[in-house]
């Protein structure tokens, strides 16, 4: 085998489908990879479209690159509007999973654009080409940040892209082995190479319920559910999210497991997963809003009953 490295720029883009280990867990193998297979055939047709190389499926999850080798800026627009044709093929994917009696899936796509290195890694018995270094970590965390059919870009990819580009919601988060925090934007829009909207989220039309439930809920790091069982109480309640008052302080943007009881609606309990996304301090408490990133059709369905026989 020989070895190669050379440095280079380029875009990355990394796409993850949101709960899918729950829903794994809870289908048929076959069914699973049905639509495992599936979904990677029309992301992969958009990819191929847009001049992306499939660096590695991950799981449910794919790292593509971007080399910059024409004009940066354009390699930058092109990942863009193929993350935008991403996530409005999910249609598609999810009318295949309905066929499946399957759950709506959503997916979050990460990117970032910088100086990797091109190398083959492996040995004798396995061996592939791919990119490596910290810019491409950088993409990988910038979508661990999305919620349910979210695109996010890194400030690298934004100043590249940010006279073509309408975004969101900016945030400045943490991550793992920078001192400085990142900025991230959310990506609606883009005019270049053609005008595109990224499909509008189910999270920002919603009413809100005032109630006063209590809830058992874990932390997620690294993809990992940690042992230990928190206690809270929600106090508001939306189709997309809710808001808890809980004694601990959870850091904004955590991914957490909640174990909702469905009595009030319905007569089991019922995972759901949610990202944090606000932290205040009240009266000694802290008042946690986080909106679902995993919710199933049955307890989506129901939820969203309840709210709207008792607004």
């Known amino acids: 085998m020989s070895i190669t490295t050379k440095a280079k720029q380029a875009t990355i883009l990394f796409s993850d489908i949101r709960g899918f280990t729950s829903i ?19 992301m992969g047709n958009i990819i ?4 992306g190389r499939i660096d590695k499926y991950m799981g449910d999850a794919i ?44 997916m979050g796509i990460g990117i970032n654009t910088g100086s990797v290195v091109a190398c083959t890694l492996g040995s004798e018995h396995h061996w592939e080409d791919t990119v490596i270094g910290d810019q491409v970590n950088v993409a990988a965390r910038v979508e661990s940040f999305c919620l349910r059919g979210q695109i996010l870009i890194s400030e690298n990819s934004y100043e590249y892209a940010k006279e073509y580009i309408k975004t969101g919601t900016v945030n400045e988060v943490s ?25 509008e989220r189910d999270g920002r039309r919603s009413p809100r319920l005032e ?4 809830i058992k809920f874990q932390k997620i790091e690294d993809k990992k559910i940690l042992d230990t069982l928190l206690a809270g109480t929600i106090r508001d309640l939306s189709y997309g999210g809710i808001s808890l008052q809980t004694p601990m302080r959870i850091d904004k943007f955590s991914d957490l497991r909640l174990q909702v009881s469905l009595s009030l ?19 000694g408490q802290f008042d946690i809003g986080m909106e679902f990133t995993t919710i199933d059709e049955k307890a989506a369905k129901s939820l969203k009953s309840f709210i709207d026989s008792n607004l």
């Open 24 to 42: 794994s867990e809870r289908f048929p193998a076959k069914q699973v990879v049905q639509l495992l297979n599936t979904y990677f055939q029309i």
């Open 211 to 214: 109630v006063e439930i209590p």
């Open 265 to 283: 609606i319905g007569n089991e309990i019922s995972d759901v997963y949610a990202k944090v996304l606000r932290v205040r301090k009240v009266d």
């Open 175 to 199: 991550a793992k082995g920078k001192k400085q925090t990142i900025k991230i934007y959310e990506v609606l829009k883009t005019t270049r190479p053609k005008e595109l909207n990224a499909p």
């Open 63 to 106: 790292m593509v690159t971007f080399d910059t080798e024409r004009p940066e800026k354009d390699s930058v627009l092109n990942t863009i509007a193929c993350a935008i044709e991403m996530q409005n093929a999910m249609e598609e994917v999810n009318e295949f999973g309905q066929k499946l009696n399957m759950d709506k899936l959503f």
């Open 48 to 51: 191929a479209r847009y001049g």
